[in-house]
């Protein structure tokens, strides 16, 4: 194509701390309603070697310098610059095709993804710069021998190419849980729409947010860049299976076993239950999901409904009130009021859906619909890439083969009939793998049966009902505290699910060695390794005085009948084994009657606790509380308080400490253990 004195802007790449152009002819990029040329984009005489070695060098060092707290800090302080400017995203946003509501699941359901993955390191990580994976393990019989697991960010580059249908999104859903991991990111937007993602992406560089070298961008081809990935580096999909496999079976993936996450094609299904029949609330939030899984995004979403199964009794009422629903979907420019839908997002898209539709009606009927027409309120029908929603019927969808293989990739969907809870499983099963299937129903047994069948196949499972109507995200919504990503066909990946997606920028490695070793290697104190008694009660210590080790061990307390007998008064708690003597005896358990399980952790805190106003501002927790001998009248109790890890909060004057608790009898057998949680002023006494 021959570029005009009046081009559009020419999209760059961020690579090495730069804003460069390619060199090439380019490819325009065009609105999808109008065909007007927006960008052009070319990634010709990129150096992606370089782009990848300096991420190594530059960004990952820089992230992994950081703690966990300061880089979910990073991630909030990014997510308000980005709802400073989203508008610009909105206005852009349009010329994909995306109306505002779409606009607002792609641009701000992004940037929610960074406060949420925010959210989630402040409050589910420590302030550290590793993390502990699982309690030590003892493995020699007296103690001197141990291990722990830990979790350390790779050193390589996470390579995250992304599909056209959410610029924005795809990439902040996979750049937040990459950069509170602390691996910097190279992203790859597709062609069609990487206008969008380069805007947000210089938006996230101009903040100055970010460390050099933690996010850099290729706007065109990938070129050779996984040639050289290494054993360090991490590869993420998001597009076509067909894509998809080649990638994953480049010889440097293979060869360097390069952590390669997919997110592919998905025949997502939808079930009505039985008891869904028309009038009821789960019919009409069915119908009403059906609908909107169409015509969101135009639905051009990896999540988006395309098998809709129902009782076969129910076929006609739901093809009926979904046709009712579709026929009142304006389509047109999403910049014109009124317009409810707007095009897919460029012609050549257009093509393959249409194509797509024609190989389903081999096996299907025509329900709603013209597929090769469309009259759009606002935009050209020809120049613009507008669809009109297709609604299919496959009266024997079991017999089908093409409608659980090919996926129309847009505004469509079939209604396949089901005879049996183990057919509709069947039938949600054909599908070889998805990233989402819905079941609609307020019947507790159907949906366990039908939850039981679907999960094997689908990497999450959505219940719907009127229980959850209005809180509900719905089908096609993934949520950064959820798992997103499928098996089989959905490429066998995850991503997001909280700590989950974190974890896959992260090297899990088993560390042995004596427990003093295990302490110093991973900051937390590990049973068996040194401990420092001294004068001062560790309580009367702020955070800038205590160091993991510190220990107190009490004095003790006799724990007589009467201690027991009051105890249960005043609470209430006259269980049998704490106040009928015969009873207790003929319990398998007990020699006669015992004190209460939370006497005892009260009577421990009488004897640990220093009572005077001091650095200990709180106790907000009991961690894994077990009771392992029990403790009769006459017993001598006794309590070694150990500071066992130490957090300091980020941007607060107070941190976080874990006290291991070990209460033991006049035998010295433990009686009780469990984790002491307290909140500890950094120094004291604190400024006004």
């Known amino acids: 194509m021959t570029l005009m004195s009046d081009a559009p802007r020419r999209l760059q790449s961020y690579a090495c701390g730069a804003w460069v152009s390619g060199t090439g002819k380019g490819q325009v990029l065009a609105d999808a309603s109008t065909g007007a040329p927006v960008a052009v984009i070319d990634a010709a005489g990129l150096d992606t070697a370089a782009m990848l070695a300096y991420g190594r060098e530059t960004g990952g060092k820089a992230l992994r310098a950081m703690t966990y707290h300061q880089r979910a800090g990073l991630l909030k302080e990014l997510a308000k610059h980005l709802m400073e400017v989203k508008e610009e995203f909105y206005a852009l946003s349009s010329a994909t095709g995306a ?18 993955y925010s959210s989630i390191g402040r409050r589910q990580l420590p302030n550290t710069r590793l993390l502990i994976d699982g309690e030590p393990e003892v ?16 050193e390589g580059v996470a390579v995250h190419i992304n599909a056209y249908n959410f610029p924005c999104w795809g990439m902040l859903e996979k750049l937040a849980p990459t950069w509170l991991a602390g691996m910097p990111a190279i992203v790859k937007p597709a062609s069609q729409t990487a206008y969008l993602t380069e805007l947000m992406v210089r938006r996230i560089i101009d903040s100055g947010l970010l460390p050099e070298g933690a996010l850099q961008l290729v706007s065109g081809s990938v070129g050779s860049m996984l040639d ?43 079930v009505l239950g039985p008891d869904a029949v028309p009038g009821t609330e789960e019919f009409d939030l069915f119908v009403r999901e059906v609908v909107r899984e169409m015509t969101v995004k135009s639905g051009q979403k990896c999540t988006a409904i395309r098998r809709v ?40 898209q257009r093509e393959e859906v249409r194509g797509r539709v024609k190989d389903l009606c081999r ?113 096609g919504s993934p949520l950064p505290q959820m798992i997103h990503g499928g098996p089989g ?124 106003p001091g650095p200990v501002l709180a106790n907000y927790g009991v961690d894994a509380l077990r009771f392992l001998t029990p403790v009769y009248p006459g017993d001598t109790l006794q309590v070694s308080l150990t500071c066992k890890e130490i957090n300091p909060r980020e941007g607060a004057d ?24 307290t909140m500890v002023a950094k120094v004291w006494p604190m400024a006004a």
């Open 99 to 116: 109306t505002r509501t779409d606009g607002w699941v792609d641009i701000e359901g992004g940037i929610g993804t960074l406060f949420a």
């Open 139 to 154: 493995l020699s019989k007296d103690g001197s021998f141990a291990g722990q697991h830990i979790l350390s960010p790779l």
């Open 228 to 270: 050289h990935v290494t054993a360090q580096d991490v590869v993420t999909f998001t597009g076509s299976a067909s894509t998809g496999r080649m990638l994953r079976s480049h010889p440097e993936i293979i060869a360097n076993s390069v952590r390669f996450t997919m997110e592919a094609d998905s025949l997502n299904a939808s």
């Open 309 to 348: 199964i129902v009782p076969e009794a129910l076929s006609e009422a739901v093809i009926k009130a979904i046709g009712e629903k579709l026929a009142k979907t304006t389509i047109g420019d999403p910049r014109a009021e009124g317009v409810r839908m707007g095009p897919l997002a460029s012609l050549s």
């Open 363 to 475: 096996e299907a009927e025509l329900a709603y619909g013209t597929p090769d027409a469309v009259d759009p309120i606002a935009g050209d029908p020809d120049k613009g890439a507008f669809q009109s929603p297709v609604l299919l019927y496959c009266g024997r969808p079991l017999d089908a083969a093409i409608l659980h293989s090919v996926e129309a990739f847009g505004p469509v969907a079939t209604v396949m009939p089901y005879r049996s809870t183990d057919e509709a499983i069947e039938l949600a099963a054909r599908g070889e793998g998805s990233l989402v299937s819905s079941v609609f129903t307020n019947d507790g047994d159907f949906a366990r049966e039908a939850v039981l069948g679907l999960a094997p196949w689908h990497g999450r499972v959505l219940i719907g009902n009127r229980t959850t109507a209005k809180s509900s995200t719905g089908h």
């Open 489 to 612: 066909r959905a490429g066998g990946g995850e991503e997001m699910g909280g700590l989950r997606g974190v974890h896959h920028y992260l090297q899990r490695t088993a560390v042995q060695g004596s427990p003093d070793m295990l302490t110093a290697v991973a900051g937390k104190w590990v049973r068996g390794s040194a401990t420092r008694t001294g004068n001062v009660h560790p309580f009367r210590k702020s955070l800038a005085e205590l160091e993991i080790g510190d220990t107190l061990v009490t004095g003790t307390r006799t724990v007589t009948l009467e201690d027991i007998e009051h105890f249960a008064e005043f609470t209430g708690d006259t269980f049998y084994a704490h106040m009928d003597e015969a009873a207790a005896k003929a319990n398998p358990f007990f020699e006669g009657r015992v004190a209460h399980g939370y006497y005892i952790v009260s009577a421990a805190a009488g004897l640990f606790v220093q009572p005077d």
């Open 654 to 677: 107070y941190g976080e400490v874990r006290w291991d608790t070990t209460v033991t009898n006049q035998r010295s057998e433990v009686v009780a253990q469990y984790d002491v949680l």
